[in-house]
Structures are given as structure tokens and as C-alpha cells.
């Protein structure tokens, strides 16, 4: 009995001594497993160290409350770029995990994969199609893993739409049999004059920069929506890696070798109306092909494309080219035509650009790396996320200190940030137990503002108490047209922007338009200032998270002047930002 209890004790100490092994190897299996799946760049023994492995058995006794060494940082363009040739892994594991261990998200929600409301938020209520796998494209699954779900439902209709278009897509789009039959026949036949083809076309050419580029897109996508046709768009190599495929098994890309990648050989929407007008009583033979120009031209943007005549014009061609910088969004609501269709589509006319808009726009998975990167390095712990969005518009006559002038007003005068305090004694502070964070996350292309706020607030108390931490991700100084790294950044920036709870942006700036169309906001706008001025208020609060369509018709269609949107159009009002502009807004 004494040998066999010896025995015993022996087997007992040698399991109790074995059992932390056996639990670290059941906790790193799955992660060893996930990552040998996902071609990382990193060895198992990196990214398995003994320092990971006390963590994930609980020795770790710092915790995972490990700062950066400093309350306020900023981040210059070689440090984001370093974060994804760094990182690139370590992003996409820690959000796997939060979503193979149901543990909780950034916003406090559960991540487990099963559940009706995990997998509703996943596709964005509808708005996504589900069935494009996950490696291709985290974004798309698991950007509600970074935002708090959108209060705005699609309508049953839209999704319908949408269901019904990516199969016109995945039927017409590039390498199918009826796209090359199609593109055969337009390009064989100048003139068409019974305009049937198996499949209609809409090709989006690019105008200005990314933020003009994407809210143009957004307005062509729906015009597609409206007219059944497939939308393509023509990007160079200045968009390549950017956004992810959005339609299940077809791609958007208009192929490099279509004919139609230029618009010197189609006849343009104007000479065609030229042509009307001349020949009112004979009938015209019709192009196939038809280059439309919606972008603000000094001498001709009154076009009358918001008439059902010219629109009865327009969908003869079977194939159109469009190019605009412009969020023409209203002018279909203007449209009769298609007011019906867009009435079932959007309950909520303040809500195109965040239906369509993250419909659209996925950032590759390039681009979400360093988008996740950025964000769970410097903001995920942050207790309040704010966006300041700067951009300057004539920064020869506009000095740095009238900006910063500005921006400082509208923030601490909102109560957006705290004031400094420029003494040792703490005592005046609001007396706040707990520490708050804000983290103020700046884009702009002068990297001066971003340091200006960080020295701001560096090593110094605040009368509320709160802890203000600075981030700059880019600075490019200039901006940079058919330039890839460049649109990157933009990217980045504008997605980081819209995962913010508090928004400030620049008076007309589209990079702004679309963070908030994005992130369900509705910003501070800062007052736009040409010179070394000042303008109180130095912002106001925008009434609605749609972009402004800068330069709207300016005629109804029988050549009366439009005077004032609010009372013609009952969902549009002229826009805070640029009185000149229109912008959608629910009925009130």
C-alpha cells in the first residue's frame, strides 16, 4: 500500500507539473492553426515566444495595460507604413480572435459568429451579399467589428435592388459570353437604331481627387441601380490595391484593353443635344456609345441631365461614359422618371452615401492592415475618438496660425477639448475620479497641425481633468494626383476619420464627406478661410451626414430659374458648407 501510494503522489505532482504545458498547448493550438492557414510572414516560434505564452496562460503581470511611453504621439508616414510591413499579421489575428473566442469588440459588442444579430451587423442589415470568402477581403467582414451598428436600415426594396443587380452583373460583367457579345455589337454598330443589346452599360472615368472619385462613384452606382445598367469603372494605376471586388463572383474593373478605356472616338452628350435641337422634326440615328460629362464646367454645367426628355435620350445609348467630380445624387431625385424607385429604395434621404457608400468601398486588405493597425495600436482604448479633418485651400495666403486659430475656437468652444491648464496646481480641474483619454486623430497634408495640438497638451493638465492623446497618420504636404501611395493614405485617413465618435471637417472638403458618410456623423464644420482672417462662429453643426452636390441645375426643365431648392424640392436644402450647393435631408 505504501509503494502504490508513493506511486501514486509521484504521478499526481509529475500531472500537476505537466498541466500548465498541456493548458498553453491547448490555448496556442487554434491560434497556431489560424495563422499557418493564413500564409503568415512570421515563424511559429516568432510569433509564439515564452512571453506570449505566460500572457496567454495569465503570468503576464503587467497585464495588457502597456503604454507607448507617452500620452500624446505623432505618427509620421514612414511609422504607418512601418505599421503594415510590421504588423500586417498581428492585426488580422488579434481580430480573428475577437471573433473565434466570442469575446468582445473595440465598440463592446459581442463577436460571436453564431447569432442572428452578430451575423445581421456582419452584412450590414441586408446591404451585403453574403458568400465572398473572408481571406479575400477582411473588410468586408469585419468592419462591424470597429463601429457601432448604424441605427439606418436599408429598406426591403434597396436590398432587393441590390440582389437583383449584382446578378445583371455577375451575367454581364467583364469575361462573361454576353459582356464580350455585347461590347461586340456596340462597338460593330456606330449607329443603333432599334437600341436592344443583351446588356446596358455605365462606365465611371475618374475626376480630381479620392474623395471626389468615391462620391462620384457612389452617384453613378445608383443612377446603375436606376437604369439597369452595369456599372464599370475605369481605374489606373493609381486605385490599384485600394477597394476590394464588391460584386460576388464578377469584377467592377473595366479590362485595360477595352476599347473604351478612352473617350476620343464617342460622340459626347452635348453635341448629341446640339443635334436634337437642330433636327426637331427628324429623327436621329442614335449612338451606340455616349460620353457624359457631369463635372462643374465654368461655361456649361447646365446640362438638363435631371429632365425625363433628356433622360429618355440617354437610355437609348447602350452604352454610356461618364465622368464627374460631382455628388449628383439630387439631380435624380429631381428626376420624375425615377422618383417612384428612389422614394421605395431610401426611406431616409439623408441616407444614399452610408448605404451605397459601404456598400461600395472596401478597403483591400493592403489598406485594412493599415487602417486595424493604426487603430487598435492608438485609438481602440481611448474613451472618446475625435476626427479633425483640416484641409487648407490656398496655403500661400493662408498662414498656419489662422488655421490653428480656427481650429481652436471651434473645438474648445464646443466643449470638443478641454482647455489647458498653465499652472502646477491641479486643483482647479473639474475634480473627474476617473481618467478620461481622448484620442484626437488628425488628417490633414501639412503634418504642422498635428504636432501644433500634440505640444498643445504635452505633459500638461487639462481643466476637465481628461488625458488628450494626438495622432497624425500622414502628412504629405501636397496633394498628389495618379498617385497610388497617395490615394492609400487618403484612404486610411478618410476610414479612420469615420470610426470616430465626434467629427470636425473642413467646409467643402469631399475627403470629409465621405468619413461622414461613412460613420453615420454629422460634423462640426469648420468655416473655410481663404487669407489671414477670422470668422466667429469658427464652426457650426451640419443637419445632415449626405454630401454636398456642389453645383446643381440651376433651371427646372422648362428653363425657369430655380431660386430655392427647400420650397421645389421638399428633401433638399441648400448646403451649410456652400451656399451655392444642395444636399438631401429627410422630410421634416
Aim: overall charge positive.
Amino acid at each position: 500500500m505504501e509503494i502504490f501510494q508513493v506511486t501514486k503522489d509521484r504521478m499526481m505532482q509529475s500531472f500537476k507539473k505537466l498541466t500548465p504545458l498541456f493548458v498553453v498547448i491547448l490555448i496556442a493550438l487554434p491560434f497556431i492553426l489560424m495563422n499557418s492557414k493564413s500564409k503568415s510572414s512570421f515563424s511559429l516560434f516568432e510569433e509564439f515566444t515564452k512571453e506570449k505564452m505566460l500572457q496567454l496562460v495569465g503570468e503576464n503581470k503587467n497585464g495588457d495595460n502597456i503604454s507607448n511611453g507617452g500620452r500624446v504621439h505623432n505618427i509620421s508616414n514612414d511609422n504607418i507604413n512601418g505599421g503594415y510591413n510590421n504588423g500586417e499579421n498581428n492585426t488580422e489575428s488579434k481580430v480573428q480572435g475577437k471573433i473565434q473566442n466570442n469575446t468582445t469588440t473595440v465598440e463592446g459588442r459581442s463577436a460571436t459568429t453564431i447569432g442572428s444579430t452578430n451575423i445581421l451587423e456582419k452584412f450590414l442589415d441586408g446591404l451585403l451579399a453574403s458568400g465572398i470568402d473572408e481571406p479575400s477581403c477582411m473588410s468586408r467582414h469585419q468592419s462591424h467589428l470597429y463601429r457601432k451598428a448604424s441605427p439606418h436600415k436599408p429598406s426591403s426594396y434597396l436590398i432587393s435592388k441590390l440582389r437583383k443587380y449584382e446578378e445583371i452583373h455577375r451575367k454581364c460583367g467583364p469575361n462573361s459570353k454576353a459582356y464580350h457579345k455585347s461590347m461586340k455589337k456596340i462597338l460593330d454598330s456606330k449607329r443603333i437604331k432599334s437600341g436592344h443589346v443583351m446588356c446596358k452599360y455605365l462606365i465611371w472615368t475618374p475626376a480630381n481627387g479620392l474623395g471626389n472619385q468615391m462620391i462620384s462613384m457612389a452617384a453613378t452606382f445608383l443612377y446603375s441601380l436606376l437604369t439597369d445598367r452595369v456599372m464599370l469603372v475605369r481605374f489606373g494605376k493609381d486605385k490599384q490595391g485600394l477597394f476590394c471586388e464588391p460584386f460576388l463572383n464578377s469584377t467592377w474593373l473595366l479590362p485595360e484593353n477595352s476599347p473604351f478605356w478612352s473617350v476620343n472616338h464617342v460622340e459626347t452628350y452635348e453635341s448629341l443635344i446640339e443635334k436634337e435641337k437642330a433636327n426637331s422634326n427628324s429623327k436621329l440615328d442614335f449612338p451606340s456609345a455616349l460620353f457624359l460629362n457631369l463635372q462643374y464646367q465654368e461655361n456649361y454645367h447646365e446640362k438638363f441631365f435631371h429632365c425625363d426628355d433628356k433622360q429618355a435620350l440617354l437610355i437609348k445609348a447602350p452604352l454610356l461614359i461618364l465622368q464627374s467630380d460631382q455628388y449628383y445624387v439630387p439631380s435624380l431625385f429631381m428626376t420624375p422618371l425615377f422618383n417612384k424607385e428612389l422614394e421605395k429604395m431610401f426611406v431616409k434621404k439623408d441616407t444614399v452615401f452610408h448605404h451605397l457608400g459601404r456598400y461600395l468601398f472596401h478597403p483591400s486588405n493592403s489598406a485594412w492592415r493599415l487602417i486595424t493597425n493604426f487603430y487598435h495600436e492608438h485609438l481602440a482604448k481611448a474613451d472618446e475618438k475625435i476626427g479633425l479633418q483640416i484641409r487648407v485651400f490656398r496655403p500661400n495666403t493662408t498662414p498656419q496660425q489662422a488655421i490653428m486659430n480656427l481650429v481652436l475656437n471651434c473645438t474648445l468652444e464646443n466643449k470638443l477639448l478641454p482647455k489647458v491648464l498653465y499652472t502646477n496646481n491641479s486643483a482647479s480641474s473639474s475634480g473627474i475620479n476617473k481618467m478620461i483619454t481622448k484620442a484626437v486623430l488628425v488628417t490633414s497634408l501639412y503634418p504642422e497641425y498635428g504636432e501644433n495640438l500634440k505640444m498643445m497638451y504635452m505633459n500638461k493638465s487639462t481643466v476637465t481633468g481628461e488625458i488628450i492623446e494626438v495622432y497624425q497618420p500622414s502628412g504629405e504636404e501636397e496633394q498628389k494626383f495618379n498617385d497610388n501611395t497617395h490615394n492609400m493614405k487618403a484612404l486610411v485617413d478618410m476610414y479612420l476619420l469615420s470610426l470616430s465618435d465626434v467629427l470636425v471637417t473642413t467646409s467643402l472638403s469631399t475627403f470629409g464627406y465621405v468619413a461622414q458618410g461613412f460613420g453615420n456623423l454629422k460634423p462640426w464644420l469648420l468655416y473655410r478661410i481663404v487669407s489671414n482672417e477670422t470668422h466667429y462662429p469658427a464652426c457650426e453643426r451640419e443637419f445632415s451626414m449626405e454630401p454636398c452636390y456642389h453645383y446643381p441645375p440651376k433651371h427646372f426643365c422648362s428653363g425657369k430659374p430655380i431660386h430655392d431648392f427647400a420650397s421645389s424640392f421638399i428633401y433638399m436644402r441648400q448646403c451649410k458648407d456652400y451656399s451655392s450647393g444642395v444636399k438631401m435631408i429627410n422630410d421634416f
